[in-house]
């Protein structure tokens, strides 16, 4: 079955320290991958993707990931946090059926809590 | 250019009634997709439709229905409500699968 995981519920690191919020995912054929951000009461904001090329991907806000796929893992990264880097933070990788339907399936959830 | 518009914001229902929650999108996506947010449960895939006049099940769908009459629009409908149906509600249209655009949420309350 295809699924996404994110083993930690909550991340926990000081300002200005980097932060790694950890993906991994088990999908058929090579995959899409997805990093979303949300904020209390809002909707899911894109940070970056990954379809192919280079493995180290640059999204918004100075978020990067990388894509490992021996590790099949995908962890959001950031050298330097702020605190208004505390969110919720979702993996989500596309899935392609029998009728490429590209089915997106999210990972539980990561909380961020940046500290000053 | 609106992106993915979801109404109502939130809704109150009480139990066994009906409802349905709007979505439409102008940027002329072919796949849109309705998902539920529960607390420590992520987002779970209720229905999806890959083009007007196809849709599809996902991973929670039952007690939900949904048409896709026009490529603009995708609504939700909850034919009776149950407790079990309380969540945040998202829509989301995506062109082939390359990037997903989701709306702002419709949260509702069943009692």
């Known amino acids: 079955a295809q699924s996404v995981a994110q083993p930690e519920d909550q991340v926990n690191v000081a300002e200005g320290n980097p932060l790694t919020v950890k993906c991994t995912y088990s999908v058929s054929g090579n995959p899409y991958l997805f990093w979303y951000v949300q904020y209390p009461n809002r909707g899911l904001q894109f940070l970056l993707k990954y379809i192919t090329g280079d493995n180290l991907v640059k999204g918004s806000y100075g978020f990067e990931a990388e894509f490992n796929k021996s590790q099949t893992s995908f962890h959001l990264k950031k050298p330097s946090a702020l605190v208004s880097d505390s969110a919720l933070y979702f993996c989500?990788?596309?899935?392609?059926?029998?009728?490429?339907?590209?089915?997106?399936?999210f990972g539980q959830g990561t909380t961020l809590q940046v500290k000053p | 250019n609106a992106g993915v518009t979801q109404t109502p914001k939130f809704q109150v229902l009480k139990t066994g009634q009906s409802m349905t929650l709007q979505c439409a999108q102008d940027?002329?996506?072919?796949?849109m997709s309705w998902y539920r947010q529960d607390p420590g449960m992520g987002l779970r895939l209720i229905h999806y439709?890959?083009?007007?006049?196809?849709?599809d099940q996902g991973e929670v769908p039952n007690g939900y229905n949904v048409s896709r009459s026009t490529t603009e629009d995708f609504p939700l409908r909850l034919l009776s409500a149950a407790p079990s149906q309380t969540s945040v509600y998202f829509c989301a249209s995506s062109y082939y699968g390359n990037g997903y655009t989701f709306g702002s949420g419709t949260r509702l309350t069943v009692v």
């Open positions: 439709s890959v083009g007007a006049g196809i849709t």
């Open positions: 940027m002329n996506h072919e796949y």
């Open positions: 989500a990788v596309r899935t392609i059926g029998s009728s490429n339907t590209g089915k997106l399936i």
